[in-house]
């Protein structure tokens, strides 16, 4: 529930750090920790609603990562701000 400007859930304290003094725009290395990297974006012969992401490191790969979705599922969110 909001009170006051700070986010609390029911029975939990307010949360550490006000969000208002929180960037409207954060960057995503700095300000939250994510570790950007190239994903390449392959569309699916058989299906043409279905996508598969693979990423560009080798390391990631042998660690099985990838995604498949359907292409109606994907967005670029800089058309969502």
Do not use: H
Request: hydrophobic share 35%.
């Amino acid at each position: 529930m909001w009170t006051d400007g700070q986010t609390k859930s029911r029975g939990a304290q307010a949360l550490p750090t006000d969000w208002r003094d929180q960037p409207v725009d954060p960057d995503l290395e700095e300000n939250l920790g994510y570790e950007l990297i190239a994903w390449e974006k392959i569309n699916v012969v058989d299906d043409p609603d279905q996508v598969i992401f693979l990423p560009d490191s080798e390391e990631q790969l042998r660690d099985d990562a990838f995604i498949v979705s359907s292409e109606s599922a994907v967005c670029d969110l800089t058309d969502k701000r």
